[in-house]
């Protein structure tokens, strides 16, 4: 479009993916820029996956709410208050711009996340945990989370890295930060994650998520329960960082029951269908939670000289 060099777009949360294709080559002139402004709806819209997912090269994104608006005035004050004390779903949605619950059988709530973000306290006396999550498909991430007893530590993720690559890598993180236990979903592609990490000295515990559960009377799988045990800790205890995707991502599945009662969790390939992120992030946490795990004094260390054998992700 000859003659502009910036656009705004408003309300951006309702712009279509097509829309977003066409805008985006359409303004082209040296140093020219296109603005969107929106109130988060969901992890689902085009914009967020746009900007919050995966935002492109040079992308600037700035998170703002009524709280940063030096200007705010007396009269969206009353409604703001009104808003926090009558309805406050409504208010985090509209005046902090949280997104909108997903729906009816979304499985963890906004609020319990929140909540957990939220939380802060000292570092617990309690065992370190890692869960490895091993991308199955092109766009997904390998995704390797470290749980400090009720903290979220340190999160890792990665993409386009073969078995060999994510073994060492994951072997290396578990030498430096020495886990009690180190949980690995060993299906498919991650089965040959789980030999490799055997190999190279790595006590690794092999993950059925599809499984049966301990508690099968309650649960269909163990991905399940997983889930479940991991929504309890937020509820309760937990404590995770300011992370859009694992936020996202915590959220995004929603569940059913069997003519048994018991509950199953939404598949992945069901949530990429109504096009929902793969929960990689989330799945990662899950896996902490997939039996109980003891303290004790020697971490999880690979065999001595296990990078001479393979390591070509040295130092990262």
């Not at 619950?101 to 963890?108: A, G, L, P, R």
Request: glycine share 6%; hydrophobic share 35%; with cysteine.
């Amino acid at each position: 479009m000859e003659g502009f060099n910036r656009l705004w777009v408003e309300e951006a949360q309702t712009v279509s993916q097509h829309s977003i294709d066409v805008i985006t080559p359409t303004i082209r002139e040296e140093e020219s820029e296109i603005w969107f402004s929106w109130n988060p709806s969901s992890p689902t819209d085009a914009i967020d996956k746009f900007l919050r997912k995966r935002p492109p090269e040079g992308a600037i994104v700035v998170r703002a709410n009524y709280l940063d608006n030096p200007f705010f005035p007396e009269s969206l004050r009353e409604d703001m208050e009104a808003d926090k004390t009558s309805d406050y779903a409504k208010y985090e949605h509209v005046w902090l711009g949280e997104y909108q619950d997903v729906s009816d059988m979304q499985f963890i709530s906004r609020e319990v996340i929140k909540a957990a973000r939220d939380r802060q306290s000292p570092l617990p006396e309690e065992p370190r945990i890692m869960g490895l999550d091993v991308a199955r498909f092109g766009d997904d991430k390998t995704v390797l989370i470290l749980r400090h007893g009720h903290k979220v530590r340190k999160i890792w993720d990665w993409s386009k890295l073969d078995t060999m690559q994510t073994a060492a890598k994951t072997a290396e993180l578990c030498d430096r930060h020495t886990p009690q236990a180190l949980f690995v979903d060993g299906v498919g592609v991650g089965g040959g994650v789980v030999d490799r990490l055997r190999m190279l000295g790595v006590k690794v515990i092999d993950v059925n998520a599809g499984g049966r559960a301990m508690r099968d009377t309650r649960y269909g799988n163990k991905r399940a329960e997983m889930w479940a045990n991991m929504r309890d800790w937020l509820r309760d205890v937990g404590e995770i960082p300011d992370h859009d995707h694992l936020e996202m991502e915590l959220q995004s599945p929603e569940y059913r029951y069997d003519n048994q009662n018991r509950v199953f969790l939404e598949k992945k390939e069901d949530m990429k269908k109504r096009g929902m992120p793969s929960p990689d992030y989330a799945d990662a946490l899950a896996l902490t939670f997939a039996q109980p795990v003891r303290q004790r004094m020697q971490g999880n260390r690979p065999k001595k000289n296990w990078h001479k054998d393979y390591n070509p992700l040295a130092g990262v």
